[in-house]
């Protein structure tokens, strides 16, 4: 992993078109600023972790008897 | 053309039916076309099948049946990947994870499934800003 230090303000630029600036800092917490063409998706890594997941646990479906069955349960 | 599914066997798809994500849902990159079934149109529920493997399929559900105040916007850039798409040729659809039974089944109302219809083009969209979870229960609990 590159490791660099950056202060406040200052920029990384990754490949031609991406900018990522240090906008603040407050405690623990850093404020990033991200320019990127729009075709580049920028996501929080756990939110992207999340739905992967939410994805693949949709790979278990249910048949469509039990989808029935639950309605019915439900409805009453 | 027919098709193996995960759920119903052989399944005859029409070509106007199979829609295409680009990009491809997050986790699933290596299977970009999909088509709805809806064996019982009378349930919430589909299959997003993949046309071009039997075993990936995911359910889905219409989210406006169990949350009728869902609501998101669609940002430009959204809008221009999905060819600009009129409001009343849009399907919305989230995934669903049943993990034990269904009763404890949840949906993805951050990360929905938008679809044009008539372009036959779909994304996964991630609302940042909108107060929805990957796991949002289908049926809150009972009171009492």
């Known amino acids: ?76 | 053309m027919k098709i193996q599914t995960a759920m119903l066997g052989e399944v005859d798809v029409q070509e106007q039916d199979v829609v295409t994500f680009e990009p491809a849902m997050y986790g699933l990159d290596e299977y970009r076309r999909f088509t709805l079934l809806r064996p019982d149109e009378t349930l919430p529920f589909a299959y997003l099948q993949s046309v071009e493997e039997a075993g990936v399929c995911l359910l889905v559900a219409d989210p406006f049946v169990f949350r009728a105040d869902y609501a998101f916007d669609l940002s430009e850039a959204d809008l221009a990947d999905l060819k600009q798409p009129a409001a009343e040729d849009l399907v919305i659809w989230v995934t669903v994870t049943a993990p034990d039974t269904l009763e404890t089944a949840t949906m993805n109302l951050l990360a929905p499934i938008v679809i044009h219809t008539k372009q036959q083009v779909a994304r996964q969209i991630v609302l940042h800003e909108a107060p929805y979870a990957t796991k949002t229960p289908l049926f809150p609990p009972k009171e009492g």
Do not use: H, W
């Open chain 1, 1 to 76: 992993m590159l490791v660099l230090k950056r202060k406040i303000g200052e920029s990384l630029i990754i490949g031609d078109n991406i900018e990522v600036t240090i906008l603040d800092k407050e405690g623990d917490t850093i404020k990033l600023g991200i320019r990127a063409p729009r075709t580049v998706r920028v996501y929080r890594q756990e939110i992207f972790e999340e739905i992967k997941k939410a994805n693949q646990g949709a790979l278990q479906t249910p048949s469509l008897q039990q989808l029935q069955n639950m309605m019915k349960r439900e409805e009453k």
